[in-house]
């Protein structure tokens, strides 16, 4: 079983940052594909923030280019999302996602953390 893990939410003030982190856990984690960020807030769909294949270039929406960076340690299966100049309509329950986690035995599609709440207010 396998299972990501997210930190770093919280309240910030408009023009403020914060890093969030999402690690993966489990045994024999072989290597994990497209990591990412999504976010949802309330009386929205889900939307992708940003996200990283393995080895390749980031992808962000084009409401974050700029302001939030996505980076991958893949020795230690995590993601970071580094974001900066938030704004109110940021505001979004934030969740890591992972498209495919190899381990062995198996492989995992879709992983979701719980998500990590996020308030940009004054």
């Known amino acids: 079983q396998v299972q990501l893990v997210e930190s770093g939410g919280g309240l910030v003030q408009p023009g403020g940052s914060l890093k969030l982190s999402c690690v993966a856990s489990?045994?024999?984690?072989?290597?994990?594909?497209?990591m990412g960020w999504y976010r949802q807030a309330p009386g929205k769909q889900r939307e992708l923030v940003a996200s990283?294949?393995?080895?390749?270039?980031?992808n962000y929406a084009d409401s974050v280019k700029g302001r939030f960076f996505i980076s991958r340690e893949n020795a230690n299966n995590s993601v970071y999302l580094e974001m900066n100049s938030l704004k109110p309509e940021d505001t979004a329950t934030y969740y890591c996602?992972?498209?495919?986690?190899?381990?062995?035995?198996?492989?995992?599609?879709?992983?979701w953390g719980q998500g990590i709440q996020v308030t940009v207010s004054s």
């Open positions: 996602h992972a498209d495919k986690i190899i381990t062995t035995p198996t492989a995992y599609n879709d992983v």
């Open positions: 489990g045994t024999s984690i072989f290597s994990i594909y497209t």
């Open positions: 990283m294949p393995y080895g390749r270039t980031a």
